[in-house]
């Protein structure tokens, strides 16, 4: 996203311009554009996450230690990232609706 949600609010608040809701409905475009691009990438990560996960298995099999232990660590590591990321979006998400709440209802902002 190209804009912070707390300038697009601020753009010409008392105003009421189209540029203010031009921006609201731009930003909110790009956050759904992000969000589809990201579930998209989950979903692909949750794929390759299920061939990890038989690699895994087979070297646990396989007495391979290091290699067992290697990929657990990079498995952890990456379902921690997408966690973030999607919580990111969710706090991100909720910020939106807040200014636009905000705005809806004739006021300053939160912060």
Known sequence: MTKNIGDVINLNFLGW????WDSMIE???ESDTAKREVLFLVGYWETVQKVADSAIEASFGLDAEYLC?????RSSASQIKVK?????????????????????KHKEPSK
Not at 87 to 92: D, L, M
């Open 17 to 20: 311009s189209d540029d203010l």
């Open 27 to 29: 930003l909110r475009s």
């Open 69 to 73: 232990s290697t990929l657990c660590e």
């Open 84 to 104: 973030e990321l999607l919580e990111t979006i969710k706090n991100k998400e909720n910020e939106y609706l807040i200014a636009m709440t905000d705005v809806a």
